[in-house]
């Protein structure tokens, strides 16, 4: 069975940081790209970051030079550094895993809140 579990969320002041880290088991087919979303209430789910097999990354304009997404092939894992957190970036963050066999398949963390107090 396919599980994805985040951890690292939490509450923090604005300007600091926290790591969030996304741990994917069960998954028998090579991963393709990985990344987070995250969902405000009261908003639709966005885009956050994303990381290719080969380290190619991509950023919401809205975190780059704050975030920085990592993963780790062997151990299937990403990881997303939030540096100067703002209010804003208050949202359940969800990490994904793309599988592609002969169909692609996402798969889903169950989400972490992330709070930033001003």
């Known amino acids: 069975q396919v599980q994805l579990v985040e951890s690292g969320g939490g509450l923090v002041q604005a300007g600091g940081s926290l790591r969030l880290s996304c741990a994917a088991s069960?998954?028998?087919?090579?991963?393709?790209?990985m990344g987070w979303y995250r969902q405000a209430p009261g908003e639709q789910r966005e885009l956050v970051a994303t990381?290719?097999?080969?380290?190619?990354?991509h950023y919401a304009d809205s975190v780059k030079g704050r975030f920085t997404i990592s993963r780790d092939n062997a151990k299937n894992t990403v990881l997303l550094q939030m540096n100067s957190l703002k209010p804003e970036d208050t949202a359940v963050y969800y990490c994904?895993?793309?599988?592609?066999?002969?169909?692609?398949?996402?798969?889903w963390g169950q989400g972490t809140q992330v709070t930033v107090s001003s």
């Open positions: 994904y895993a793309d599988t592609s066999v002969i169909v692609s398949i996402r798969h």
């Open positions: 069960g998954i028998k087919f090579r991963i393709n790209d």
């Open positions: 990381i290719t097999s080969g380290a190619s990354t």
